[in-house]
């Protein structure tokens, strides 16, 4: 049986102040302000009318993972006023699908990539703020190319710079997620000194995404200023097969 649309609501609108809850905690431990972190819930894999719900329950920020959906939802919810983040690995013939309804990326890790939503962003007449991606898998050092993209923490500051001078662009921050195995905590402590270096040198870089719904905590410690959270807004994902 489908669920009533009043009885979704309830859910989503308890799972935001649940959330909510476990965040006030976090920053009350890390001596931080509540108003300093910034929801931005990923809404992969569910529909428009959920978007629609966590809209009237205060969300303002979502995020999505593959381009075609990313699309149609934003389409299909323009009415709503939400800034749209994406949030997934992007591949350079995307990039101008993306610009068209993205206001922030998360996933820019490369010198191409900048370019080709820069040419996207132009096209479009619209401003994208851009997050560079960092890859905190430890074995990346050794070159082994982790499955979650991002940049080699070395290149970040090319990568930023290449934002940074990219028409189209402003440069946001710095976006990672934590590596499946190991610590959380350590994780984010390695993306909060990547944070820092980009921040001596682009000071209004100030963002730092991290922080899902299985580690927010570590990365409100570790100084994250916009949590991704997906399942703990909307509950687990159907595994998509194909
Ligand atoms: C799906 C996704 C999330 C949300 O993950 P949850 O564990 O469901 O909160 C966050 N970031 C990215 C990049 C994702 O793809």
């Not at 009533?4 to 609501?9: D, K």
């Not at 920020?61 to 299909?76: I, L, P, S, Y």
């Not at 939503?117 to 994208?128: C, K, N, T, W």
């Not at 001078?165 to 590596?179: H, I, N, R, S, Y």
């Amino acid at each position: 049986m489908a669920e009533t649309v009043s009885e979704r609501a309830k859910e989503v609108t308890a799972n935001i102040e649940s959330a909510r809850h476990r965040i006030a905690a976090a920053c009350t431990a890390a001596g931080r302000s509540v108003t300093d972190v910034t929801i931005v819930a990923v809404t992969k894999t569910y529909p428009a009318s959920d978007v629609r719900l966590l809209a009237e329950a205060g969300i303002t920020e979502v995020a999505e993972n593959r381009d075609q959906e990313a699309g149609d939802k934003a389409e299909q919810c323009r009415d709503l006023d939400l800034t749209w983040h994406f949030v997934g690995q992007l591949q350079t013939n995307k990039a101008r699908s993306v610009a068209r309804y993205a206001d922030v990326v998360h996933s820019v890790d490369r010198g191409k990539l900048v370019r080709a939503l820069g040419a996207g962003a132009r096209l479009h007449g619209r401003e994208i703020t851009s997050l560079v991606q960092v890859n905190l898998d430890p074995a990346s050092a050794e070159g082994v190319l982790g499955p979650r993209g991002g940049a080699d923490p070395r290149d970040v500051l090319d990568v930023a710079g290449a934002i940074e001078d990219e028409e189209g662009l402003v440069l946001g921050g710095v976006m990672a997620v934590a590596p499946r195995t190991g610590d959380p905590a350590a994780a984010f402590g390695r993306l909060a000194a990547v944070a820092e270096r980009v921040r001596d040198r682009y000071p209004q870089a100030t963002m730092i995404s991290a922080g899902m719904s299985g580690d927010l905590e570590a990365a409100i410690a570790r100084g994250a200023t916009h949590l991704r959270l997906g399942t703990a807004l909307l509950g687990e994902r159907k595994v998509i097969v194909g």
